[in-house]
């Protein structure tokens, strides 16, 4: 796996590489196109001196080239070359460097031809220059009559002067040396830089990393420090300590669990045990017997019900329920699910008040019953003997809403909210039959939210309230 600053280096070395190869062609080119240039102006100039002393009288074409210094034809190593032809390409004068051979024709244009010629297998530079030889005539007869005219007596010829371009060439070759090695000077000593300054800036990380790696999974109080590290470290930081703030919180919340799972099942477990043993202590009737396991089967079926809630709990908030959505009637379902508690309620002499409108829910029908069984349970398990409840369905603002209200002594509005959590009772009542462990709520919330409701709870009065608002149809 690549590090951060192995990608930057490269990345860097990539676009340093191509900066430095773009500016270098840039700059070559500039001087290789201002050499030509100046080698042209040479030739140019060269070639009119030349022509200069090409001269014509009474058709006699006098070629004037011995009266200047002509070394750089005649020298052995790299020399010049010229010829000089008339217009039809006939041969009138070759320097002594183009021994038997000729420059290659061309027939000369009105302005200076320049373009790059062999001679003798030697890469060189040449310009064409046509050109009408001066004409000289006697001196002037009359004061007004000019000295010197031109005229058509040989017509026009073209002078052809070639240079080698070996110093050219030698020159850029330089020029191609000095910038590849200061490109490869320049790239080493930036990464080298580089290296440095990446360094200086993933020393944060490397501080964060190590204070990650110190972390105590026993002790999840601690938390990454942000200390001096960079805007775009900052935000990974914080998202870390959130993470750790949601891992504390769920480690405690299991924790606590365990410890509440513990203390409720040994009450249960304590009174089997006892009626077991009670039972065991000595020779008893069939009746007392009987009365001994319907006892133990009361105890086992509440023990029975805690573990289903647990389950239900557990596989909500992992999201292992597949919920399906229909129409969900909920005038019917409370009218279902109250029929399990109806023969209790009467013993206990409780008042019961429904007022159950039209009331279509859209959710998943098997979500919706187990939070209307358990809210409608824990209404009976938290209303004392002689008091009332009041149960309502109805359709309000696209909701499909049930009202629970039940008669319960006073709960501070701070710790509403927390009878949502599991284990936590609105009172320390025990009943016994091991319903009342403060998980009723906690399913009722947790199944709600997951079929799409809204669940709100108030206490007030001497009266407990609860509101599930469903997704209407």
């Not at 951060?4 to 700059?27: D, Q, Y």
């Not at 058509?152 to 040396?177: D, S």
């Not at 209303?383 to 009332?388: D, E, K, R, V």
């Not at 936590?424 to 906690?442: I, K, S």
């Amino acid at each position: 796996m690549r590090s951060i600053r192995g990608r930057l280096l490269a990345g860097t070395a990539a676009v340093a590489v191509l900066v430095l190869l773009a500016s270098g062609l840039a700059v070559y080119g500039g001087v290789r196109s201002h050499l030509i240039e100046q080698f042209d102006r040479g030739l140019l100039e060269q070639a009119r001196l030349l022509a200069g002393t090409v001269e014509q009288e009474f058709g006699v074409l006098d070629i004037g080239f011995e009266d200047l210094d002509l070394t750089e034809f005649e020298q052995e190593d790299d020399p010049s070359y010229l010829q000089l032809r008339l217009g039809n390409g006939f041969s009138l004068y070759r320097s002594e460097s183009l021994e038997e051979s000729e420059l290659p024709w061309i027939e000369g244009r009105e302005e200076p031809q320049f373009g790059n010629a062999r001679a003798l297998d030697v890469a060189t530079r040449a310009i064409v220059l046509r050109f009408i030889p001066r004409v000289e005539i006697p001196d002037p007869v009359a004061e007004d009559d000019p000295p010197v005219i031109t005229g058509p007596n040989i017509g026009a010829c073209v002078l052809m002067l070639a240079r080698p371009l070996e110093p050219v060439h030698e020159l850029l070759a330089t020029l191609r040396g000095l910038l590849i090695i200061a490109g490869v000077a320049g790239v080493a000593s930036l990464l080298i830089l580089l290296h440095f300054v990446i360094a200086g800036g993933l020393r944060p990380v490397h501080r964060i990393a190590g204070e990650i790696a110190a972390l105590d999974p026993a002790d999840l109080s601690r938390r990454v420090e942000p200390g001096d590290s960079p805007a775009e470290i900052r935000p990974i930081v914080e998202r870390l300590n959130e993470l750790l703030d949601r891992l504390e919180h769920a480690f405690v919340r299991e924790r606590g669990l365990s410890a509440d799972i513990a203390h409720e099942l040994r009450t249960p477990v304590a009174g089997l045990r006892t009626t077991i043993e009670v039972s065991l202590a000595k020779e008893r009737g069939g009746g007392e017997y009987r009365e001994a396991l319907n006892q133990s089967l009361s105890i086992v079926r509440g023990l029975e019900s805690m573990i289903e809630r647990l389950l239900w709990l557990f596989r909500l908030e992992t999201d292992q329920v597949e919920s399906r959505t229909e129409p969900v009637d909920l005038a019917k379902a409370v009218a279902d699910c109250w029929v399990a508690l109806q023969d209790r309620t009467e013993q206990r002499e409780l008042r019961v008040e429904t007022d159950l409108g039209a009331a279509i829910a859209h959710a998943d029908p098997e979500l919706v019953r187990l939070a209307i069984r358990n809210v409608l349970e824990n209404a009976f398990l938290h209303t004392p003997a002689g008091g009332s409840i009041r149960i309502t369905t109805g359709t309000r603002s696209a909701r499909a809403e049930l009202h629970v209200s039940n008669t319960a002594h006073a709960i501070p509005p701070e710790s509403v909210a927390r009878l949502f959590d599991r284990f936590v009772r609105g009172d320390e009542a025990r009943t016994g039959d091991g319903l009342h462990v403060g998980l009723g709520l906690a399913l009722v919330k947790e199944a709600a939210e997951a079929a799409g409701a809204l669940v709100e709870a108030a206490s007030e009065g001497g009266e407990f309230r609860i509101r599930i608002a469903f997704p209407a149809q």
